[in-house]
């Protein structure tokens, strides 16, 4: 096999339920990807990632590990999983999406991005070529390439331009990552390593996936796809979506992309999101998702369950000896009450957190599971207007 | 059995292998019991504590628990084991202690104390027979007197007086205790409760442990000694120490008192302590322990290992592949590494203190455990000064 292998198992509509095989771990498609901005998901033990909720994939933040502790640091453990030890798949992204959002902006050129870091000011550059060595270094089963992410209101020129410095970076990342591919390749180009940063896995590659932007225009979307697809990647990724935008756009730019994608390849939407959104963006052919939601509104009480979304806060849950959700099997779900929870939250108590985010990661990962299970049964379409539905239950009620 | 059972199974000078048997555990002695002020251990899901850290007896605190979620609330749970899950032993405390530390105190005399909330300022009142029905609604397998805690620098006749207080009060507990034992008793003097509070657990007995003051003053420690155990409880406790007088002064108590203390009852010292201080206090009789150190430390990233105090703050442990304690067997000192750690810390993830907190938890545990089988061994002696000299190792290097 290649660096990673991809089959379709069955697919109803454009929706389809798939097998991604890395060189360390079995995928079943679609998939929700917890994120581990820092190499560790917020307040889950890995533990409880592998043992129950069984993520096979995890992605990391090539900005914030390139910032904190350093690649070098990283490298001197022998990459991000032995750094971490997380032993399964890793994605990291490439970096854009966060020097584009966090970071204090000083120069963008063909060349790539000066900018200064969030955390201590200090100036710091980022290039597709740079970028392809710093991931290389990380060790992830999957990197992305380096893109461009224009504002979520940008205008049709601004997003054309964009996309098309994302095409040029496009080749950049691929033409870098191919050469460190190579075996016995070398990062020499690595401006902040004292010394060259060697590839973690030598001749064991990796997987490179191209990002298609180009904002809320579909038209741009399309011929981002193109140019995309015409450089080559191991999969697909739309990136820009679900930063701030019209629901109603990124659905549209979902419906329009995502079944036009390359059909022997994963599909990977990126930062999105909600349950919902995962469940619609299945319906248009996506395979691959990864949010921050589960785990960022677990810390502030905030669950999503079968029902919909609910907030432990609420003083009406102070009595109910009920569970997050009944339809919900994680350890939280099957041991702890709401009013124990909120009990925990309001006393100011990490466990709140803790718990709140296990089975916000967990309802997810089982979200996805049920959608795969509809997919090969041929019933994707009752099994989505049910899921939406009964969502819906609890919206009067909730958060 | 009674409410509990006790068992002394070997000696070794004062020091004691005990088997303390509740009507929901087998705690062997000597025992560390973590502290879950609101119920739950902080940064640990009791999952841990249940399958890998095996501790059999948590404690919670009635002062916390009165106050939030209230009473009321936990009643209609049907008490704190089925509010919080925990089905293990639980111990409460009186609320004494929180009382004179945390609230702004209003009125002291002869029937209690009058309070303001720490939360929200509200006017509380707790009582030796409020506490007993707080207590037995809780439904801890043991509660203990409620107490007054004179200040940790209060003078000989202060200090006289206020054990005089703390064993009239001590009389009354165990008489309003008594009286909740009875089948069928009914907490009907608890001012808070919308409705009686009805025990717990019926007749199924809690047991009741009285509590010694006296501050550093030797003589005034007998006295409180004779005093309690002339009103007779199923255990005697050591309060009042580790209140930041000299480390000198708390030795001097436990070597001429816990030897004095009655054999044939499980002798608890409250709120204590390092390492060193539970090997200590063994050494002078002790059984059980409990202290916030291992999960509050833990928090700030200072680790208790075999080898002393370390915090993962320090830059030393940036490249740091080995663990907090190779002679650790605990979870997270068999997969995370010094520098991992660190960087979590560093970049602000609750992983970093809910993996040191779970590792100084279990290395408190398993020290308790050592501790039993050198007395159990007959070389507890030479245990205790291993164990001491090799605690010394990070002295210079750590914290």
């Not at 995502?258 to 990977?268: E, I, L, V």
Request: charged fraction near 25%; include cysteine.
């Amino acid at each position: 096999m290649g660096s990673i292998d991809w089959k379709v198992n069955a697919t109803d509509g454009n929706a389809r339920a798939g097998t991604l095989t890395t060189r360390r771990s079995v995928i079943e498609t679609p998939v929700f990807m917890p994120v581990g901005t820092q190499g560790s998901v917020k307040g889950i033990r890995f533990e409880w990632l592998e043992d129950e909720i069984d993520a096979r994939i995890i992605l990391a933040n090539t900005y914030h590990l390139f910032l904190r502790p350093g690649i070098e640091a990283i490298c001197k453990f022998g990459g991000l999983h032995k750094f971490s030890s997380w032993d399964r798949s890793l994605l990291t992204d490439s970096g854009g999406f966060q020097v584009f959002s966090l970071a204090d902006l000083r120069k963008l050129n063909e060349d790539g991005v000066e900018f200064h870091s969030h955390l201590d000011g200090s100036t710091q550059f980022l290039s597709p070529e740079i970028s392809m060595e710093i991931q290389a270094a990380l060790g992830a089963e999957i990197v992305m390439a380096f893109d461009e992410c224009p504002p979520g209101d940008a205008g049709y020129e601004a997003t054309k331009e964009s996309l098309e410095l994302t095409a040029r970076w496009a080749a950049r990342s691929k033409a870098r990552f191919d050469e460190l591919s190579e075996p016995g390749a070398v990062a020499t180009g690595f401006p902040n390593a004292k010394n060259p940063v060697a590839t973690a896995h030598g001749s064991d590659k990796q997987a490179l996936f191209g990002i298609i932007q180009g904002a809320g225009h579909v038209d741009l979307r399309k011929e981002s796809l193109e140019r995309t697809v015409e450089i080559g990647f191991d999969g697909y990724a739309i990136g820009g979506l679900s930063v701030g935008e019209e629901k109603t756009v990124m659905y549209e730019v979902l419906e329009h992309i995502a079944p036009q994608m390359p059909s022997d390849k994963p599909r990977y939407l990126m930062g999105v999101g909600t349950p919902e959104d995962l469940v619609e963006a299945v319906g248009h052919g996506v395979d691959m998702f990864d949010c921050v939601i589960p785990t960022r509104n677990g810390r502030t009480g905030s669950a999503f369950t079968s029902r919909g979304k609910l907030n432990i806060r609420n003083a009406k849950f102070a009595l109910d000896d009920g569970p997050l959700d009944p339809d919900c099997g994680c350890s939280v779900c099957r041991r702890y009450s709401l009013g124990y929870l909120r009990h925990l939250y309001q006393a100011g108590e990490m466990n709140a957190a803790i718990m709140v985010s296990h089975h916000n990661v967990a309802f997810f990962m089982q979200t996805m599971r049920t959608t795969r299970e509809a997919i090969v049964d041929g019933r994707f379409q009752p099994f989505k207007a049910a899921f939406l539905a009964k969502l819906r239950e609890n919206e009067a009620g909730g958060v």
